[in-house]
């Protein structure tokens, strides 16, 4: 939903399946959202979220050396995020991070966003538009909490899997964050 868009509930029966074929606990965060709730709200949001995880692993019946962030689409920008400030703080070692077609460069100057940009379900005119609601200062565009393509040193960051669509604008995004 861009940061804008959606609730947990429609991605509550995916997840509720995720949880079951796998055998493991799936907590999703209802994060303020933008333009009313621009970054770093939705940020601290998941922030604070996993670490009230982290301190409650044993009550919830999680082993707290398994815990990992996702995400798609935004939702991966906002568990990249956690990704990195859970390493610089080391208030949590995260295991693992699993990314779904993340947007992690709010400039989108690659090919994919030029190439995928029309015709298919998300634009690159509205993904810039999420950019935009999202990240209301423009000194928030070069913060790695908010646009982690920004980072300088990826060392020490949880491993992460990334899905991406081959006919997505944020296709190159994905890869570049491989990189």
Same mark, same amino acid.
């Given at each position: 939903?861009?940061?804008?868009?959606?609730? @947990?509930?429609?991605?509550?029966?995916?997840?509720?399946?995720?949880?079951?074929?796998?055998?493991?606990?799936?907590?999703?965060?209802?994060?303020?959202?933008?333009?009313?709730? @621009?970054?770093?709200? @939705?940020?601290d949001d998941c922030y604070a979220?996993?670490?009230?995880?982290?301190?409650?692993?044993?009550?919830?019946?999680?082993?707290?050396?398994?815990?990992?962030?996702?995400?798609?689409?935004?939702? %991966?920008?906002?568990?990249s995020c956690v990704a990195l400030? %859970?390493?610089?703080?080391?208030?949590?070692?995260?295991?693992?991070?699993?990314?779904?077609?993340?947007?992690?460069?709010?400039?989108?100057?690659?090919?994919? %966003? &030029?190439?995928?940009?029309?015709?298919?379900?998300?634009?690159?005119?509205?993904?810039k538009w999420f950019w935009s609601?999202?990240?209301?200062?423009?000194?928030?565009?070069?913060?790695?909490? %908010?646009? @982690?393509?920004?980072? &300088?040193?990826?060392?020490?960051?949880?491993?992460?899997?990334?899905?991406?669509?081959?006919?997505?604008?944020?296709?190159?995004?994905?890869?570049?964050?491989?990189?």
């Amino acid at each position: 939903g861009g940061w804008v868009l959606n609730t @947990p509930d429609i991605y509550e029966q995916v997840l509720r399946s995720l949880a079951i074929k796998g055998q493991f606990v799936v907590i999703t965060v209802n994060y303020q959202k933008a333009p009313e709730h @621009p970054f770093p709200i @939705p940020f601290d949001d998941c922030y604070a979220t996993l670490l009230w995880i982290h301190e409650r692993a044993d009550q919830l019946g999680i082993d707290s050396n398994q815990i990992g962030v996702g995400g798609d689409s935004a939702g %991966a920008n906002l568990a990249s995020c956690v990704a990195l400030k %859970a390493r610089d703080t080391g208030d949590v070692k995260l295991a693992f991070q699993a990314l779904i077609y993340p947007c992690n460069d709010p400039e989108m100057n690659y090919e994919s %966003a &030029k190439t995928n940009g029309t015709g298919l379900n998300l634009s690159t005119k509205s993904m810039k538009w999420f950019w935009s609601q999202y990240l209301q200062k423009k000194s928030d565009a070069k913060n790695p909490y %908010a646009a @982690p393509f920004n980072a &300088k040193d990826f060392r020490g960051v949880a491993p992460a899997i990334i899905f991406t669509a081959e006919y997505d604008p944020l296709l190159d995004d994905g890869y570049n964050y491989a990189q």
